[in-house]
């Protein structure tokens, strides 16, 4: 069965550094686009980043350029997210997902096929 299990949250100062893992399992993991998305409270939930099967293409939202980096080790089946300069604003639920479809856009959550169960990211000012 598929399993999406993210680690790596907690409670940081404004200015600090989190990294974010996924561990997955179950599915052909090098063959899916992965991403990791954001819910804050009352908010919809988000794209942060995406990154291609390969390594080889990576997206940011807008919010997040510059101190973000998401990156893959397909020989792990792992998934990381790398956070720095953290704002209140990054607060929230982090979940990692994987996308094996060709159509829609990689930013919409609902062409993901498999989701995390969340990692709880709290920044305080």
């Known amino acids: 069965q598929v399993q999406l299990v993210e680690s790596g949250g907690g409670s940081v100062q404004a200015g600090g550094s989190l990294r974010l893992s996924c561990a997955a399992s179950?599915?052909?993991?090098?063959?899916?686009?992965m991403g990791w998305f954001r819910q804050a409270p009352g908010k919809e939930r988000g794209g942060v980043a995406v990154?291609?099967?390969?390594?080889?293409?990576?997206f940011y939202t807008d919010s997040v350029k510059g101190r973000a980096s998401i990156s893959r080790d397909n020989a792990k089946n792992s998934l990381y997210l790398q956070m720095n300069i953290l704002k209140p604003e990054d607060t929230g639920i982090y979940y990692c997902?994987?996308?094996?479809?060709?159509?829609?856009?990689?930013?919409?959550?609902?062409?993901?096929?498999?989701w995390g169960q969340g990692t709880q990211v709290t920044v305080s000012s």
């Open positions: 990154i291609s099967p390969s390594g080889g293409t990576t």
């Open positions: 179950g599915y052909r993991y090098s063959l899916y686009w």
């Open positions: 997902a994987a996308r094996g479809g060709q159509y829609g856009d990689i930013w919409e959550a609902s062409t993901y096929n498999y």
